[in-house]
């Protein structure tokens, strides 16, 4: 295919008939069904289960401990009682540790890439591209757990100094979500972990075998009992107990604005620290001096990258009067060459959407861009079973449509057209959302004004694509605060103390 998404295969390409087999056997030999506690791999009290599926046939992956309260406070007491010793011990000491959780991540690369596309649906290369992308923060914080660099400053008299220190918040709980279920963990596990706080993972309820997968590794590195804890079921009660307990001092949330927000809300009563990194809506935008074969590249990566349900996918795509029809031909031509298909088979480039809801929720926006009068230029034919939703490229389509302001998180383009510079940043910037923005130019002076314009924490400058472990990502406006990836992702799991100190 022309969209360079599944270019450049990585190592260990696998027979894909044998690929889900291979998760299956992760599953079982890992024992995958319970969940992490206290070092102990453990079924629900109430023993019952939920139902883990495979998203391109439906088909029944695995039943996982489906917990509640009790096991959540459990999860807790484990991370409080070990995080005294953890946070004491040496950083170089966490660092040795988290670099063999990294090293154990390489080893079994091929079999969690598997895992990851048996229950989320990518195709195995981009599978294998997220098991490197958790290798990287893995390795980034294997670094940097060493580097909590406090400092001094002079004192406000002669006979005084301050030193400023670098401590551990406490326990942390990790809310993450289906879309990238490996790397999520590990991009906020791995920074917890190496600031010396303790954790309790809760895994989305469609992905958790990929955070089971985590902690199987994290007990096989060493981490000693109760750092590392994965709790898995009914995310209401379990998020309840995580943000009423006082023993918990920091929220790190990855998923949707409303639960976001009333996340925020649950955590103000014990003030917790929070780290949100919530929905996006990223504006793609491409300037009439744009090298048009580079911007339809890049839009087409931005936007199909894991079936487009990525919070940087590419929304809305703005595309200047002059260059506008060239493009839209281009990456209408790209979108019908795009393969759908069950992510093991070789050549599938778009996967499932995760669930019926997903499917259901794209319908509503799809028929709502319909009905406003929408042109739609269809994709690819799709598999009649499994969670598949056509490529579709929109034109044509006005401002108000609902998937303006909604993220539409499927394989659906709308292409929207504009003639100023003024209009495209007013355009890119009324909506909500402010996580990632995109803009393809080659006028140096242009960029920079665009770039300082967007209301957006990242801003792929004539690249699709925008992900580095060393980077501060994340969000502002209502894509939420904080930011995960290089010291700033430390400083999170950090709280600062100062020592006024008289020399007396
Ligand atoms: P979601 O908000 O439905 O779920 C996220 C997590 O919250 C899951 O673990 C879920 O079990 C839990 N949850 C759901 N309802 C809850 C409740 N009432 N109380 C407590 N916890 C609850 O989001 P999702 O559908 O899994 O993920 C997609 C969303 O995540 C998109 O909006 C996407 O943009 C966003 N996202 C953001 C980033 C980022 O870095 N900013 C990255 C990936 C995804």
Redesign the pocket.
């Given at each position: 295919s022309s969209t360079g998404l599944n270019s450049a295969p990585v190592r260990g390409n696998a027979p894909h008939l044998s690929g889900l087999d291979r998760a299956r056997a992760l599953i079982r030999d890992w024992g995958l069904g319970r969940a992490y506690i206290n070092g102990e791999w453990r079924r629900a009290d109430s023993g019952e289960t939920i139902e883990v599926f495979d998203p391109a046939t439906g088909k029944l992956l695995a039943d996982v401990a489906f917990m509640r309260t009790s096991e959540a406070r459990r999860a807790i007491d484990a991370a409080a009682s070990a995080f005294p010793a953890w946070a004491a011990e040496l950083a170089k000491s966490r660092a040795t540790i988290l670099r063999r959780w990294r090293g154990l991540m390489e080893e079994y690369l091929e079999d969690l890439a598997c895992l990851i596309t048996a229950e989320q649906g990518k195709p195995l290369d981009q599978a294998r591209r997220e098991v490197i992308g958790a290798i990287a923060y893995a390795e980034w914080y294997g670094e940097e757990a060493r580097r909590a660099y406090g400092q001094t400053m002079p004192g406000n008299q002669p006979d005084r100094r301050v030193v400023i220190q670098k401590q551990p918040v406490g326990v942390v709980a990790a809310?993450?979500?289906?879309?990238?279920p490996l790397t999520?963990v590990v991009r906020k596990c791995a920074p917890a972990l190496a600031a010396g706080c303790s954790v309790v993972v809760?895994?989305?309820?469609?992905t958790p075998l990929c955070a089971l997968a985590v902690a199987k590794l994290a007990e096989m590195a060493g981490f000693p009992a109760g750092v590392f804890n994965v709790v898995t079921g009914n995310?209401?009660p379990?998020?309840?107990a995580l943000t009423d307990d006082f023993r918990v001092r920091m929220l790190s949330?990855?998923?949707?604005?409303?639960?976001?927000k009333?996340?925020i809300v649950q955590c103000a009563d014990t003030v917790k620290k929070t780290a949100m990194?919530?929905?996006?809506n990223a504006p793609f935008i491409v300037m009439d001096d744009a090298d048009l074969d580079d911007a339809v590249a890049g839009a087409m990566i931005s936007k199909y990258r894991n079936s487009g349900?990525?919070?940087?996918c590419a929304n809305r795509i703005f595309v200047q009067n002059g260059i506008y029809d060239a493009f839209v031909e281009k990456f209408i031509a790209a979108t019908r060459d795009m393969r759908v298909g069950n992510g093991f088979e070789d050549g599938s480039e778009i996967g499932p959407l995760?669930n019926s809801r997903a499917v259901a929720k794209v319908e509503r926006l799809l028929n709502d861009a319909r009905k406003r009068g929408g042109v739609f230029h269809d994709g690819a034919d799709i598999p009649a079973q499994g969670y598949f939703v056509r490529p579709t490229v929109i034109t044509d389509l006005p401002l108000d449509a609902d998937c303006f302001e909604e993220?539409l998180?499927a394989p659906v383009a709308p292409i929207y057209r504009f003639e100023t510079e003024a209009e495209a940043i007013a355009l890119a910037n009324s909506v909500k959302g402010g996580?990632s923005s995109y803009l393809y130019s080659r006028d140096i002076g242009r960029i920079h004004r665009i770039a300082e314009a967007l209301q957006t924490g990242v801003v792929g400058i004539n690249d699709g694509t925008t992900s580095h472990e060393g980077a501060p990502?994340?969000?502002v406006k209502e894509?939420?605060h904080g930011r995960?990836g290089g010291h700033w992702g430390l400083d999170e799991y950090l709280e600062v103390k100062y020592l006024n100190i008289a020399l007396t």
């Open positions: 809310i993450t979500p289906w879309n990238f999520m809760k895994p989305a309820e469609d995310p209401i379990i998020a309840q949330f990855t998923g949707s604005t409303a639960v976001g009333r996340l990194e919530l929905g996006g349900q990525t919070c940087v995760i993220e998180f996580l990502f994340g969000g894509s939420g995960e």
